[in-house]
Structure formats: C-alpha cells, structure tokens
C-alpha cells in the first residue's frame, strides 16, 4: 500500500505542473493590459504602469512568470491582488463559506441520492423506479440556474421559507437552499449511476450464490450488493467534491453566497490573474486529493482489490 501512494503522489506531481501551468498561460496570455485596466476610464500614466508591470512582475516573458510564481508558491506565497490585498487572505476569507456549502451539497447528494438509487434498483420496473428514473431526468435536463430561479420563487416569494438570496454567509441554514440547488445536478447522476450498478450485480453469481446459501436478503444487500455496487459511485462521489466547490459560481452568484466562486467569478471580470490563479490552483489540489482518498477506499469497498 505505501509504495502504490508513493507512485500516485508522483503521479500526481506532472498533472499538478501542468494544470498550473495550462490556467497562467490562459489567464496571462488573454488580451487586453490588466494593469491598464485598473484605471477603468481614466488615463494612466505610463510611468505608474511601468511600476505596477515591474512590481507584478509582467514586465518578463511568460515563462519567467510562471517560474515566479511556482517558487513563491512552494513557500506558501499565492501572490497579491491588483488591489494590493494578498490572494492568501482573499481565499481564506472565501473558501471556509464555499467548502460548507460544498459539504453541505455533498451530504444532500450522498443521502438522497444513494437512498433513491437503492430503492430504484432494488424495485426496477416498480412504480417507485418509474419516478425515480423521471423525476432524476428532470432534474438533468434543467440548467441550475432556472432551478435557482425555481427555488427562490416557490421556498422564498410563495413559501416564504427563507430571504431570497442569502445575507449571512457563515449562517448554515440560509446555506441549506444554495446547497440542494447546488447538490441537485450530481445527486441525479448519483441516483441513476446506483440503480444500474445495483441492477447489474443482482445479476451476479456471488449474489445468487449468496441467496442459495439461505443468507438473509438484508445481509445480501448490506454486505455484498452495496460494496460492489458502490465502487463506480464513489469514483464519482471523488470527483465530485472538486466539481462542487469549482462549479458554485452559478449558485453563488444567484443567492449572493460571498464563497470563493463569487470571488472567482468577480477576478475574471476584473481580469485579476493572481487571484484566478491562486484560485484555480487551490482547486487542482483538491481534485488530485480527492482522486488519490477514492483510490484508496477501492480496496475497503472491494477486498479483491490489492495495491502493491
């Protein structure tokens, strides 16, 4: 097991240079000065423009940029805003309100979603597989942000359950109807991918072996069916923690959560490279973390499953 970690965690080293390296080449390459666009309409003066290309370290070719930057990351150095403020500061502020939200979403997709996948493969062709299967389709096939939209009209004006949009962001339950919007999409995919990976082991020979043997239905379903079941799940269940806290813009941005998607989304208006970057890279960490904790529940969900 320790050498398999070791080969991820060095597998991972090339992907993390290259996904850094990929976002500041899009991000400093696009066109456009933004050194010139802090002055908005206002002139600028080329000699306060030189200082600020110089201080932010523009004036260099690209590759010395990156190389900058990687060297002041390694010493826990995100860099700082245009607006002089450091990029460390701006993501600790915004990443505690975006992970509660991420969490919280999770939680909802993982609770739902895997107790609607369970009934519904358990019960296929049953009328409780029929709604499943509709009501997961719906949800699919409706842009987030008319599901916020929906949200916000039926809980907030009719209900009037909660504030439209939220005013506290460290208040969790003003976060709990940003959460199931945000949680809504991947719980579908959750519920839909359990019912066919349910549906196709009850067809297994270790499951009718199982049943012969006179086990009882709930030690069959507990202790076989779920744990090979859930290894495609939790494939995605991995992921999509990182896809959750990258793609809260949209939710963020419609319920006024101050979490880093709102910050993300306000720097590439703003064309704010050092905070899209620090951003972005906070985010690849997440991912490959997440990548690596799946492969290593692999062989907790499957005992077949051995790392050497």
Do not use: C
């Not at 962001?169 to 719980?187: C, E, K, M």
């Not at 009882?216 to 799940?233: A, K």
């Amino acid at each position: 097991m320790g050498s398999y970690v070791l080969r991820r965690v060095l597998q991972m080293i090339p992907v993390f240079f290259g996904s850094t390296l990929l976002i500041f080449l899009m991000v400093y390459s696009l066109p456009g000065d933004p050194i010139v666009a802090l002055f908005g309409d206002k002139a600028a003066d080329p000699a306060q423009v030189a200082n600020l290309r110089q201080k932010y370290y523009l004036d260099q070719p690209i590759w010395k940029q990156y190389l900058h930057y990687m060297g002041n990351l390694f010493q826990g150095d995100f860099g700082t805003s245009f607006t002089g403020r450091p990029v460390s500061e701006i993501m600790a502020d915004a990443f505690p309100v975006t992970i509660r939200l991420a969490l919280m979403a999770f939680v909802f997709e993982l609770v739902v979603g895997l107790t609607l996948g369970v009934l519904s493969g358990l019960r296929r062709g049953s009328v409780v597989d029929t709604v499943v299967l509709v009501l997961t389709l719906v949800v699919i096939s409706i842009p987030v942000f008319v599901l916020a939209y929906i949200a916000q009209t039926i809980f907030a004006t009719n209900l009037g359950w909660v504030t439209p949009t939220v005013q506290d962001s460290t208040d969790l339950s003003q976060l709990i109807l940003p959460a199931i919007v945000l949680g809504s999409l991947s719980l579908a995919f959750v519920a839909r991918l359990t019912r066919t990976s349910i549906g196709e082991n009850l067809r297994a020979d270790y499951i009718r072996t199982a049943t012969a043997k006179g086990l009882p239905r709930r030690t069959i379903i507990t202790r076989h069916l779920l744990r090979n079941s859930l290894i495609p799940v939790v494939t995605f269940l991995g992921t999509d923690l990182g896809a959750l806290m990258g793609g809260a813009i949209v939710t963020e941005g419609i319920f006024n959560v101050q979490g880093i998607g709102n910050v993300l989304y306000r720097a590439i208006n703003q064309k704010e490279g050092p905070t899209v970057v620090g951003i972005v890279t906070v985010l690849v960490i997440v991912y490959l973390v997440a990548s690596l904790l799946v492969d290593l529940l692999y062989a907790v969900l499957d005992p077949r499953i051995r790392y050497a």
